[in-house]
């Protein structure tokens, strides 16, 4: 059994006059994960967001690394059983699904 225990994630976009950053930390513990939005466009103060899900909202989680293992797993058997739908976080950091 995989588990996410922690995932960090950074997008530098070098856009004049006002660079922007971009990054998302998640980190699993007891009661579920907390996912924690940083926005920095420039010299303006940063932007946080923080979202909190519990266990039972996170079932079944398919993070980007254990994505990228899936769906080379898929491409190897050249299938993929019908209804395969698991609950991901969206870029904006909330909870949503992803099917394939």
Same mark, same amino acid.
Do not use: D, W
């Given at each position: $059994?995989?588990?996410?225990?922690? +995932?960090? =994630?950074?997008?530098? !976009?070098? %856009? ?32 946080? $967001?923080?979202?909190?899900?519990? +266990?039972? =909202?996170?079932?079944? !989680?398919? %993070? ?37």
């Amino acid at each position: $059994q995989l588990e996410t225990l922690e +995932q960090e =994630e950074q997008e530098c !976009l070098e %856009l004049r006059p006002h660079p922007t950053e971009k990054s998302t930390h998640m980190v699993s513990h007891q009661h579920g994960m907390t996912v924690t939005k940083t926005l920095q466009q420039g010299e303006a103060e940063p932007q946080c $967001q923080s979202f909190s899900y519990s +266990q039972a =909202e996170l079932r079944g !989680l398919l %993070l980007e690394g254990a994505s990228l293992l899936l769906l080379r797993v898929l491409a190897r058997r050249h299938t993929v059983p019908p209804g395969l739908v698991f609950p991901t976080i969206n870029t904006k950091g909330h909870l949503c699904t992803s099917s394939y």
